[in-house]
C-alpha cells in the first residue's frame, strides 16, 4: 500500500501481518523522530514494518526492528536503516501503555506509517494480544467468507 492516499495523507508503510496476527484492542496515533534522509525514503516509500514493534526505554517509547532503506542521495550522513526510532507520546499515553503492557502477552505492534495533511511522519501503533492457530484459521474463515457473500450478492444483483 505504498504511496497511497489515506484521508489523512499518504501511506509509507502499512503492517499487513498484523490483524492476522493478532488482535487489536486499542490504537493510538503517535509522532515519530526521524533524520532528513529516512524522512526522503519514507516519502520514495522504502519502509517495512512488518517485523516491528514498540517497546518501553527508560520511561519512553521506542520503535524497534522498522526497516527504512538508505536514502539513495545520502552520502555520508546517511542513515542506520535498522534504527531504534523514538515515538512521540504525551506522558499521561506513556504511563496509560506502561501499565497495559505489564500483562503477559501484549505488546505494541505498529499498524501504519504514514504522511498527515501537514506533511509530518506519524505511525498508528496498536495495543495487541497475540492470537492461536486456531483463532488464525477462524479469521480466514471469516474472511473468505465475507469474500463469498459479496460475490454472490455481486452475482445476484448483475
Known amino acids: 500500500m505504498s504511496g497511497q492516499p489515506t484521508s489523512s495523507g499518504t501511506t509509507a508503510a502499512f503492517n499487513r501481518k498484523a490483524r492476522y496476527e493478532y488482535t487489536i484492542e486499542e490504537q493510538l496515533e503517535a509522532g515519530i ?19 516491528a514493534y514498540a517497546a518501553e526505554k527508560n520511561g519512553e517509547i521506542w520503535l524497534l526492528n522498522s526497516h527504512i ?9 546517511n542513515h ?14 506513556v ?21 498527515n495533511k501537514r506533511g509530518i511522519a506519524k505511525i498508528t501503533i496498536a495495543v495487541a494480544i497475540g492470537k492461536k492457530s486456531y483463532e488464525k ?15 454472490i450478492m455481486r452475482d445476484k444483483n448483475g
Do not use: C, M
Open 33 to 51: 523522530v526521524l533524520t532528513g534522509t529516512e524522512v526522503k525514503s519514507l516519502r520514495a516509500g522504502r519502509a517495512n514494518i512488518a517485523d
Open 69 to 77: 532503506g538508505e536514502y539513495a542521495a545520502g552520502n555520508r550522513f
Open 80 to 93: 542506520e536503516p535498522l534504527r531504534h526510532r523514538k515515538l512521540l507520546l504525551h506522558k499521561k499515553q
Open 95 to 115: 504511563k496509560k501503555l506502561l501499565g497495559r503492557l505489564k500483562v503477559k502477552g501484549v505488546t505494541l505492534v505498529p499498524l501504519s506509517l504514514y504522511f
Open 137 to 151: 484459521r477462524d479469521t480466514i474463515k471469516k474472511r473468505d467468507w465475507q469474500r463469498d457473500k459479496a460475490r
